[in-house]
């Protein structure tokens, strides 16, 4: 069974602590749900597992069953079976989808053995299908002029097709409207099995109704604060935050510098903008 196993995680970038103590285990068949306002580190921590170069690790560890994911390159890790579903993936010109996920799919391979183009296009054509995705995807530009929407799909359609042993899903629900949102819940829901970790990164609760959480925690100040069942879920829907954070005696949950002079900015929640109308 797989497992992800993140001890003491404290991550900077440009001299400013983002991660302050993060302790988290995923094992293989659970899914976990990690919410919180804009600012607290939520994708920071999808990022550092990823090994993304802009932070610096400065304590702990990630393991990925049993083996020092910090000692790995990102391709490294991706074959090692991490993936990460982006909050903003990038558009590259002139790759192919099709040629794109081949080409992931083959590097995870051993040495010599490549993908079988006939059983390819097969399950590829098949998750397309699933995904409600256009027909003539397998022919454009990775991501060039896809929609948000589309985007996100395209996400879950290359998850679908290299079957990862963690999966961390960075806000999958941005950009998507309802109908979309059900079908991206939907497959995901589908792919679940007792190999498969899922880590999902999100503000709302509106993604959890279609992929149901086994624990949920809160994240405020580059810390865990708060875990628990889809109850804490409900009650953020509710109330807010504001009860956590006078639980746990913070006033601004945000990641601020020591200076306390600018805020570390994390990202855009395209989520919320799309919601608060």
């Excluded at 970038?13 to 293989?28: A, F, P, S």
């Excluded at 490294?76 to 590259?92: C, D, I, K, T, Y």
């Amino acid at each position: 069974m797989s497992k992800l196993e993140i001890k003491d995680l404290h991550a900077e970038v440009e001299g400013n602590e983002i991660l302050r103590g993060v302790t988290l285990t995923i094992n293989g068949g659970e899914t976990h749900a990690i919410m919180g306002p804009n600012g607290t580190g939520k994708s920071t921590l999808a990022s550092v597992v990823m090994g993304h170069p802009k932070y610096k690790v400065t304590q702990g560890e990630i393991l990925l069953d049993g083996n020092n994911v910090l000692e790995m390159d990102v391709d490294e890790r991706a074959r090692a079976g991490l993936f990460l579903g982006m909050q903003a993936p990038a558009e590259v010109p002139g790759v192919t989808n099709s040629d794109f996920i081949k080409t992931a799919m083959n590097a995870r391979l051993e040495e010599g053995k490549k993908v079988k183009l006939f059983a390819f296009i097969k399950q590829y054509d098949k998750a397309v299908q699933e995904l409600k995705m256009s027909e003539d995807l397998p022919h454009r530009y990775l991501n060039e002029g896809f929609s948000g929407g589309e985007k996100k799909r395209n996400e879950i359609l290359q998850m679908k097709m290299l079957n990862p042993k963690i999966a961390i899903l960075d806000e999958i629900d941005s950009g998507l409207d309802v109908d979309a949102l059900k079908i991206v819940g939907e497959n995901v829901t589908s792919m679940k099995h007792d190999q498969l970790g899922l880590l999902l990164i999100t503000h709302y609760q509106r993604l959890l109704d279609y992929i149901k959480a086994d624990k949920v925690h809160v994240m405020m100040k580059g810390q865990l604060v708060k875990s628990g069942g889809m109850d804490i879920i409900e009650r953020i829907d509710q109330e807010g935050y504001d009860w956590i954070k006078q639980e746990v005696g913070i006033d601004d949950e945000r990641v601020i510098p020591k200076d306390d002079k600018e805020l570390v900015t994390i990202g855009t929640c395209a989520t919320k903008e799309a919601l608060d109308l």
